[in-house]
């Protein structure tokens, strides 16, 4: 019988996909009992490993009281409160606001929206440049799309979002360029610290930092998106953190609950949120689970164990295990570098690498393939020789 679902960056006519049923720590297995390395933590995401059952309770807990229920005026609820205050805490805004969505694509099209009514608000009608980095990924909502830096993704749909301008992920010059040129009409620039699906891109010494000196010298607002970078991924909270940069608006999502429910957001400087804060003034946008209890009370049991286990500096160590690995690979000659930070790092072979996805797979580790590339993004609680289960599994299919 012909499958009903839709898959999500997926041929429409494969019909044989893997049904996983079980998770365990940085384990998953399919229906046929078959075990898994999760060297993706689900889809760059799930930082606590799964099966968490202090998680699932949380849940429980909040659905027994009431599971879902709008935060639109007037109302809100004690879970939604407290993880955005949390996540706030947490980040380089713990004075600022916490908007709060279902998917990293939101949290984009949210960011992207207000940094634009940013502009518009003080009389700067013309500001609506978006400017892009080349391999960026910022989810697959019409705005995130638009400005994305992987122009695969962006053909085939029809005219997206106007007013956006391209410019490399690493030369600085060109960026100060396009600055000198259309610095006025520039609204925001959208960067991830590491650009993870493009290829776990680290950026060059000084990158991020001057970007956030042409947009302080411009009028510019900075977005940082955070969505697989933050909650420990680099080795800080934020990857903003990690590389000294203080954005005005920071998008999240993934790892705030690690993937138990869908949750994401937007965090805004105390400079943008005073700027809103105006008894005049109507936020016209919103979305009908934004704060949904569940979602928010699995986010916070999510950060409570990140912090307890003392995630974030362990990211670290998953780290050094993962480039060991890799700088194995490399004197052996199987792959041609490495790079990456805290726990997220790529193997480069100058070559195509995505028809070895299902090799992989077969060799029990679910790793990421990008290009010319093959990428890890593990549990922060992943132990240390199932680290190199997926480094091994690398060399026996790449040998």
Not at 123 to 132: F, L, P, W
Not at 354 to 380: E, N, Q, S, Y
């Amino acid at each position: 019988m012909p499958i009903t679902q839709l898959h999500p960056f997926s041929s429409p006519a494969k019909e044989d996909f893997i049904k996983i049923v079980k998770g365990k720590g940085s384990l998953v297995w399919d229906d046929s009992g078959k075990e898994y390395v999760d060297g993706m933590a689900n889809l760059w995401l799930c930082q606590v490993g799964h099966g968490r059952q202090e998680i699932n309770d949380a849940v429980a807990d909040q659905m027994g009281k009431i599971a879902g229920y709008n935060t639109f005026d007037p109302f809100t609820n004690e879970a939604a409160d407290a993880v955005a205050a949390k996540i706030a805490s947490v980040s380089p805004h713990p004075d600022g606001r916490v908007f709060l969505a279902n998917s990293g694509s939101e949290a984009v099209d949210t960011a992207l929206k207000l940094a634009r009514l940013h502009h518009q608000r003080r009389g700067e009608a013309d500001r609506q440049i978006i400017v892009r980095r080349t391999h960026g990924y910022h989810g697959t909502n019409v705005g995130g799309t638009s400005v994305q830096g992987i122009a695969p993704n962006r053909e085939g749909w029809g005219d997206l979002l106007p007013h956006v301008m391209e410019i490399p992920s690493d030369d600085i010059e060109v960026a100060a360029q396009m600055f000198s040129e259309h610095g006025s009409r520039i609204a925001a620039v959208i960067s991830e610290p590491v650009q993870g699906a493009g290829g776990v891109i680290v950026p060059p010494d000084g990158y991020l930092q001057g970007l956030r000196r042409l947009c302080d010298q411009h009028g510019a607002l900075l977005i940082a998106d955070e969505v697989i970078c933050g909650f420990g991924r680099t080795g800080s909270w934020f990857g903003s953190q990690t590389y000294g940069v203080t954005p005005d608006l920071m998008t999240f999502a993934k790892g705030v609950s690690s993937g138990y429910l869908p949750l994401s957001g937007v965090i805004l400087s105390r400079d943008m949120a005073t700027a809103m804060e105006d008894d005049g003034f109507l936020f016209r946008h919103g979305y009908t689970y934004s704060g949904h209890p569940a979602a928010c009370a699995a986010g916070l049991a999510n950060l409570e164990i990140i912090e307890r286990e003392g995630l974030v500096d362990r990211a670290n160590h998953v780290g050094e295990v993962l480039s060991e690995g890799l700088r194995s690979l490399q004197d052996d000659g199987l792959i041609e570098s490495y790079r990456g930070v805290g726990a997220i790092w790529a193997a480069e072979f100058g070559r195509d690498t995505t028809l070895h996805k299902m090799a992989l797979v077969d060799k029990g580790a679910i790793l990421r393939p990008v290009g010319t590339c093959v990428t890890f993004c593990p549990p922060l609680v992943t132990p240390d020789d199932q680290l190199v289960r997926l480094t091994d599994a690398v060399a026996e299919v790449f040998a």
